[in-house]
């Protein structure tokens, strides 16, 4: 996950630059869809990952309405 996180770091970088530079409408957008997506994926990647933790452990600290709830503000 770090990886993908620091992924689209260098994405909305880029995105930054493309600005600065004026470029394309239609390319700023799409590298702009591509981080966007890029972040989604980690916090779902972060959310499963909590779920499996808490499916496996008995004593975790969150609810099933907390990680629903987390899991619905990537929506």
Do not use: P
């Amino acid at each position: 996950m770090i990886n993908r996180l620091k992924r689209a770091q260098r994405q909305l970088a880029a995105v930054t630059r493309m600005l600065e530079e004026g470029r394309d409408c239609k390319d700023i957008v799409t590298q702009l869809a591509a981080v966007s997506k890029a972040l989604d994926r980690a916090g779902f990647a972060i959310i499963a990952t909590g779920l499996e933790q808490c499916i496996a452990r008995e004593d975790t600290t969150m609810d099933k309405k907390e990680l629903e709830k987390l899991f619905l503000s990537l929506a």
